[in-house]
């Protein structure tokens, strides 16, 4: 190879001295020895370590990485070593001379070393990165206190919902019940030459009668009593409501004759199956809805298909989609996710997966059919067929 001229050499020296990052070359032979044959003046300042002293003892380097990372550290290098491709590395190091602990970025390409068989040589700049990773770990801290934070309201909401509905099946009930009671008995006394009377009392009956049907209505949509029942009662509840409404088919399966799960899960898992039946009325102009309840080892997964229209990935991603956002927020307050796919032959598949621990959810084993194969697999769900 021919030597680079002196002008270029000049030139590509003093970019690398004004390079806001250290640049090196670091080698790793076949008996295990590591080696920086070239690192820049960056070094000080990235590492608190002249260059010649990290190239004079480079195990120095490993020992700056912070314990937690170090094998993250060796494992991309060996992976980068074992198919000589890139390595990019990120990890916080500890700069005794300052005190204080950097987040680095390291990417370096390999090349064999002809000299020596097992050898590999790299090529990298290391960069101080941890004013933005410590904006990273902001936002990421901030985004968990907000779903904290709505997991919370909703919790709040639900305890209010359940506060009126019971304020409004018990007081306005019993009193229009009462009401009911006394318009009877006054009706049995009317005089039998007033027909209008009756007439006038018929009327108010029929309307009490509306009222109650009305309370009725509203106390199950603050929150539905079949969940007292347990989540399969008030799932095959909904479906037949949902049935009679919109006429469109259903269907329900699940794996477990009944499902104990944690009160606040059931209402969640619940709301979540709500919102996904409304957007299937309103959007998907579907004839038949094919849900499935499984329960496995580690998750409970809820799957409901349809074969409507599907949701174009433009809809999924509008700025007022706040049901869709809903239903995601609500299954990641669980702990567990979301997705939404194509049915076969058309239609939408929303699979809602949550990872529960055994306080949360048990099989009634007295009374469950044996499960399906598949079922015992803690990462396995089997999928809704289309419908």
């Given at each position: 190879m021919?030597p680079?001229?002196?002008?270029i050499a000049?030139?590509?020296k ?11 070359q670091f080698e790793l032979h076949a008996?295990?020895r590591?080696a920086f044959?070239?690192?820049s003046?960056?070094?000080?300042a ?6 010649a002293?990290l190239q004079?003892?480079?195990?120095r380097?490993?020992d700056?990485?912070v314990?937690e990372?170090r094998?993250?550290?060796?494992d991309?290098?060996?992976?980068s070593?074992a198919?000589l491709?890139?390595w990019?590395?990120?990890?916080r190091?500890?700069i ?7 987040w680095?970025?390291l990417?370096s ?10 050898g ?5 700049v290391?960069?101080?990165?941890t004013a ?6 902001e ?16 919790h ?6 359940t506060?009126?509905?019971?304020e409004?099946?018990?007081?306005l009930?019993g009193n ?6 006394a318009?009877?008995m006054?009706?049995q ?6 027909p209008q009377?009756a007439e006038r009392?018929?009327?108010?009956d ?7 049907d009305?309370?009725?209505r509203?106390?199950?949509?603050l929150?539905?009593?079949?969940l007292?029942?347990g ?6 509840w909904?479906?037949k409501e ?5 006429g469109?088919?259903?269907?329900f ?7 104990d799960l944690?009160l ?7 709301r979540?199956?709500q919102e996904?039946?409304?957007n299937?009325?309103k ?10 309840l499984?329960l496995?080892r580690?998750?409970i997964?809820l799957t409901i ?5 599907g949701?174009a990935?433009?809809d ?17 307050a669980l702990g567990?996710t979301?997705t939404l ?11 809602i997966?949550?990872?529960?621990s ?15 194969a598949?079922d015992?697999?803690?990462?396995h769900v089997?999928e809704a067929e289309?419908p």
């Amino acid at each position: 190879m021919s030597p680079v001229p002196p002008t270029i050499a000049h030139a590509m020296k003093a970019f690398v001295s004004n390079t806001p990052a250290l640049v090196y070359q670091f080698e790793l032979h076949a008996d295990g020895r590591v080696a920086f044959p070239y690192v820049s003046d960056g070094c000080a300042a990235l590492l608190g370590l002249s260059a010649a002293e990290l190239q004079a003892e480079p195990q120095r380097f490993i020992d700056l990485i912070v314990p937690e990372d170090r094998k993250s550290y060796l494992d991309a290098m060996h992976a980068s070593a074992a198919s000589l491709s890139g390595w990019n590395w990120e990890g916080r190091v500890w700069i005794h001379e300052y005190k204080d602990q950097k987040w680095i970025n390291l990417r370096s390409s390999p090349r064999p070393m002809p000299e020596q068989a097992g050898g590999v040589h790299w090529e990298g700049v290391m960069t101080n990165i941890t004013a933005s990773k410590l904006e990273q770990l902001e936002v990421t801290r901030s985004r968990a206190r907000l779903a904290e934070l709505a997991a919370h309201m909703e919790h709040v909401k639900e305890q209010e919902r359940t506060r009126i509905a019971r304020e409004i099946h018990d007081d306005l009930g019993g009193n229009l019940t009462a009401i009911k009671m006394a318009l009877m008995m006054l009706t049995q006394r009317l005089p039998p030459d007033q027909p209008q009377l009756a007439e006038r009392a018929a009327y108010v009956d029929s309307l009490v009668d509306r009222t109650i049907d009305a309370v009725h209505r509203i106390s199950l949509d603050l929150r539905p009593s079949m969940l007292d029942f347990g989540i399969n009662a008030a799932l095959e509840w909904q479906i037949k409501e949902f049935e009679k409404q919109n006429g469109i088919a259903c269907s329900f399966s699940c794996t477990e004759k009944e499902i104990d799960l944690h009160l606040d899960h059931a209402t969640a898992l619940f709301r979540i199956f709500q919102e996904a039946l409304t957007n299937i009325a309103k959007h998907a102009h579907a004839s038949r809805v094919a849900v499935r309840l499984q329960l496995l080892r580690q998750h409970i997964v809820l799957t409901i298909a349809d074969n409507g229209a599907g949701i174009a990935q433009a809809d999924r991603q509008k700025p007022q989609s706040f049901g869709l956002r809903g239903m995601s927020e609500r299954a990641q307050a669980l702990g567990g996710t979301m997705t939404l796919a194509h049915a076969p032959g058309g239609g939408t598949v929303v699979t809602i997966k949550i990872r529960l621990s055994s306080a949360k959810a048990t099989i009634m084993a007295s009374e469950s059919p044996a499960a399906p194969a598949g079922d015992n697999d803690p990462d396995h769900v089997s999928e809704a067929e289309a419908p």
